[in-house]
Nanobody, 122 residues
Framework: QVQLVESGGGLVQAGGSLMLSCVAS????????MGWFRQAPGKAREFVAT????????WYEDSVKGRFTISRDRADNTVYLQMNSLKPEDTAVYYC???????????????WGQGTQVTVSS
């Protein structure tokens, strides 16, 4: 079992930055692919970014490429999502997830955090 706790969300103006953190407990993140997803009001949850176990290859949803960066710190058992140049359409609840394969689909992940709210004002 892996427990995931996100933090770092908040209210920011368009063009600003936030860094989300996801602290894992129970198991080391080294054995998992880690992903970030988000869910805006009235919409389905969607893929944002993922980092593979092992070498740490990364993939991003097209709308966040060049603005968001996923990274991990094995010593702290934490995954990060650095979000720059934020837009109002980035407003959503952001979820951290752990799974066996770094994919852009929810079904690839077995463990989920409770989410953290990100609100970008125009």
């Amino acid at each position: 079992q892996v427990q995931l706790v996100e933090s770092g969300g908040g209210l920011v103006q368009a063009g600003g930055s936030l860094m989300l953190s996801c602290v894992a407990s129970g198991r080391t993140i080294s054995g998992y692919a880690m992903g970030w997803f988000r869910q805006a009001p009235g919409k389905a949850r969607e893929f944002v970014a993922t980092i593979s176990r092992g070498v740490g290859s990364t993939w991003y949803e097209d709308s966040v490429k060049g603005r968001f960066t996923i990274s991990r710190d094995r010593a702290d058992n934490t995954v990060y999502l650095q979000m720059n140049s934020l837009k109002p359409e980035d407003t959503a609840v952001y979820y951290c997830a752990a799974g066996s394969v770094a994919v852009g689909e929810e079904r690839g992940y077995d463990y989920w955090g409770q989410g953290t709210q990100v609100t970008v004002s125009s």
